[in-house]
Every structure is written in C-alpha cells, then in structure tokens.
C-alpha cells in the first residue's frame, strides 16, 4: 500500500457519526520515494484505539514498534508521535496525537506494544508527558533527584550562559572577529546578562555609526609626488652596465 492509501484506510477505519470524538485526518510526510510515510492526526481520547486498529492483522498489519517521541508546540500543547511499521506488507505509519501543555497526558501503548515502554518512559522525564496505565513509569536517562525537563522549549540552558559556545554562533560572529549582527538566542538560552554568573556584568553592545545614505566616507588625502626641478631629470635606478664576456684562447 501506499503512503496515501494507508492513511486513507486508517481514516475510514476510524471514521463515526459522533461528532464528539474528534477529527481523523491523514496526510504525507516528506522523504521521497520509499521514505514517505502515511500521517495520520488522531484525538487524544482515541490515541490507544487508533494504535489496536493500526496493529490489527485484518487492518494495517503493522506489527512492528518503532520509535516513540513528542516535540514541543510552545502554547499548543505537545505532539507525541509514534512509528509503527508492517513486517509482512512493508508499510508504515506515523500516528500523531496533541496533549495539552497544562497536565499533558496520552494513554500508553504497552499493552499493545510492549517496546513503547522504554520510549515512553523516556518521554516522560524529558517533557513531562504522562503515559496512563505505563507499567513502570520512572526515569531512565537522568539522574536521581533532577529537576525539569530537558526537552521542553523553557528549560533553562545553563551551560549556555556558563561557557561560551565554541565556533561561530552566528554569521560574522566568532571569537576573534566582531559581529555583523545581533545574535539570536534559542529557545531556553537565558540572556547572560539577566541570568548567570555574569548577570548585570556586561555592557550593552555598541553599535557602529554607519555613514548616511548615499554619502560615502571620505578617503584620506595622499601627497602629491614632487615634480622635478626645469632641466633635471628624475632620479631613479642608475642602468645597469652591460657586462662583457670573457675570451679564453
């Protein structure tokens, strides 16, 4: 099947006349020939049903979990996106799901896919994303006792503002030349001179007085070579003295 009928199927699949349990819609990824995929939009409310008609053998088929993550949406919400994948018909799709960012909270996939765990839980500890009825929900990359969660866009980048970063950061801007422009901070980058060590401590950039339109700066005045005096000629090299070879009889 293809990316477009996958989708489509999914759709039809999931389709009812309740118009209270939210939209499913489908669309293409990018990639190409043989790297397209099916994207498929469902409710959060029906994230664990759209999975088991995805995973049915008389459906989609697609019996294989691939990977699991979010992306953050700023005020929207999250989007937490799966990849399930179909060893015998080789097709895949991306079922996709928004929580919003107050209390995120999606049903878990372990039941019906038991390699979702670990991808859930990591999940969990960097946006925050609750996975309901998750056998084990508890951290797996950070350490004990951290606090926050790295992948969200308002986790503070510590590191940024306690060591420069190496390289050029922006075009023209490096360590040994100065600016062409400001530079633009990503999100979680604090500005250092509110937050950090050096909080207070640096003076605000000073901007180049640029030469008003149309006028263009003046050149310095170069000296006028000396003509010489009436009747004497110009120094210069004295010509070199044609040399003679030498007769040997």
Known sequence: MTPEE????LVQLMATEDPTTG??????????????RAVVDVPVGRWWQAAGIVRDPGALGC??????????????GFDVVAHLWSTRRRH???LRTRV???????????????????????TFEMFGIVFARHPDLRPLLLPPGFEGHPLRKEFVLAARVAKPWPGAKEPGESEHGAAKRAPMRPPGVPDP?????MKGKIPPPETP???????RPARPARPAP?????????????PETPKTEERTD
């Open 6 to 9: 996958v989708g489509d199927r």
């Open 23 to 36: 939209e499913v819609t489908a669309g293409v990824s990018g990639g190409g020939p043989g790297h397209a």
């Open 63 to 76: 019996d294989y979990f691939d990977w699991l993550s979010a992306v953050d949406e700023l005020e929207d």
């Open 92 to 94: 895949g799709v991306l």
């Open 100 to 122: 919003p960012r107050a209390d995120p909270e999606v049903e878990s996939l372990v039941d019906l896919y038991p390699g979702a765990a670990w991808h859930e839980r990591e």
């Open 193 to 197: 001179n509110e937050w950090g060590p």
């Open 209 to 215: 007085a640029r030469p008003a339109r149309g006028e």
């Open 226 to 238: 000396e003509a010489p005096a009436r009747g004497e000629r110009p120094s210069g090299p004295a």
